[in-house]
């Protein structure tokens, strides 16, 4: 067992990123237990850190008309991410998208903040990748954080990076210390331990119910009465989203090029019904 040497008496100041939904719910658990932090809209519209400046203008006068989205949290986005040049000691993205859409966004923000550790969704790609790709790579360490879930969980996955120095690994575990979280350091794989497994375990049971085997209900009851889930696999599909249970699956398929990880047609399908589980009002099972 790794142990590490944590900051004594460390202050936090954190830019967050990444899909709205998520974002909204991590801003939640930074602001109970009073980390500062502000909120920037995806830079993903530009295609290089080097575009003219125009461009990065356009993209933070847009920055304004998305703040409405975050709800309680509207009053903490910024749009001009250079104005706040070193202020921040982490910026944390939680985006679900493929790294090349995140790479300007965390380039940009990390640039004007070269000393913050970047604490990095590991869903869909590895740390080493995103590090890579967005010129952050001694300093980023990825997570696996999910939607309804990073609110009730005490315990999540974290790696580190190829080539991410210890001193930015221990800031990592610091923060989500203070966010109450119990930290188990993993492989810096692709959905890491606990959601890799997870959205296996949905995939099979999206296959059981389109092949016929037994009803939704059925499957998740079978799986809380013989093995003792909190609550069922499909069930726990449409909390996450049935849409990013897809996306970590072509991850993982992407990352291993192994057919096991193909995506079930029927949650393909139910992305491109609307179906996306309980925040649209319908995913496995219905939702009033």
């Known amino acids: 067992m790794t142990v590490y040497n944590l900051p004594e008496g460390e202050t936090f100041n954190v830019l967050l990123t990444g899909d709205t939904d998520f974002v909204v719910e991590f ?21 290089e850190l080097d575009v003219e400046l125009d461009l990065v203008d356009q993209q933070i006068a847009d920055a304004a008309l ?21 202020k921040y000691t982490h910026i944390i993205d939680l985006s679900v ?33 995103l590090g890579m790709l967005a010129n952050v790579a001694n300093r980023i360490v990825g997570v696996s ?23 930015h690994v221990q800031h990592a ?15 810096d794989r692709v959905g890491l331990v606990q959601v890799r497994v997870l959205a296996m375990l949905i995939n099979e049971a999206a296959f059981a119910v389109m092949e016929g085997l037994a009803t939704p209900a059925d499957i998740d009851k079978a799986m809380q009465l013989g093995v003792n889930y909190p609550k069922g696999l499909l069930a726990w599909a449409d909390e996450i989203g049935i849409g990013v249970v897809t996306l970590v699956l072509d991850g993982l398929r992407r990352e291993y090029e192994q057919e096991r990880y193909r995506p ?25």
Request: net charge negative.
């Open 173 to 187: 575990l610091a923060l989500l210390h203070r966010l109450g979280y119990s930290v188990e350091k993993v492989e």
């Open 27 to 47: 801003a939640g658990i930074l602001d109970r237990h009073d980390v500062p932090f502000n909120i920037l809209p995806s830079m993903d519209e530009i295609d």
């Open 145 to 167: 954080l999910l939607p309804s879930m990073m609110t009730t969980t005490t315990t999540i996955d974290m790696s580190a990076g190829l080539n991410t120095v210890d001193t």
């Open 97 to 129: 998208s493929a790294h090349f859409d995140r790479k300007i966004t965390v380039e940009v923000a990390s640039s004007v903040n070269p000393r913050a550790t970047v604490v990095a969704s590991a869903l869909t790609n590895t740390a080493t990748e």
């Open 66 to 86: 998305d703040a409405a989205e975050y709800g309680p949290f509207a009053d903490r986005v910024v749009g001009d991410v250079r104005g706040n040049a070193g």
């Open 264 to 288: 079930c047609v029927l949650l393909k399908q139910m992305m491109r019904a609307g179906w996306t589980g309980k925040a649209a009002g319908k995913g496995f099972f219905t939702y009033v």
